[in-house]
């Protein structure tokens, strides 16, 4: 049985819709999957250069912010 909702005619459904999707997407955090190392002495590394970390930490040697890759270092490296 359909209920009568008046608000559905007007658009404001596909409003809330669109609002609440949004909202989701702005909350949904995408991780790196596959992180691809070349130090191959970390306890995290395994073959084919992937980092077996379940997340890793990366530090700019400046403060918050690098002008280069070269100004980054991960903080999870462990040697082995
Ligand atoms: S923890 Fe850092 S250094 Fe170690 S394998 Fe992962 S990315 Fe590389």
């Known amino acids: ?3 009568h909702m008046p608000f559905m005619s007007c658009g404001c459904l596909e409003k809330l819709k669109k609002v609440t999707f949004t909202t989701i997407q702005k909350d949904v955090r995408v991780m790196a999957k596959d ?3 070349e ?3 970390c306890t995290f590394w395994e073959s084919g250069n992937r980092c ?3 997340q ?3 530090v ?3 403060g918050d912010t690098a002008k280069t890759s070269k100004e980054t270092d991960c903080q999870t490296f462990e040697r082995q």
């Open 39 to 41: 130090v191959n002495n």
């Open 1 to 3: 049985m359909l209920l």
């Open 35 to 37: 992180v691809l190392c």
């Open 60 to 62: 700019s040697h400046k």
């Open 52 to 54: 077996n970390a379940t």
């Open 56 to 58: 890793i930490y990366v």
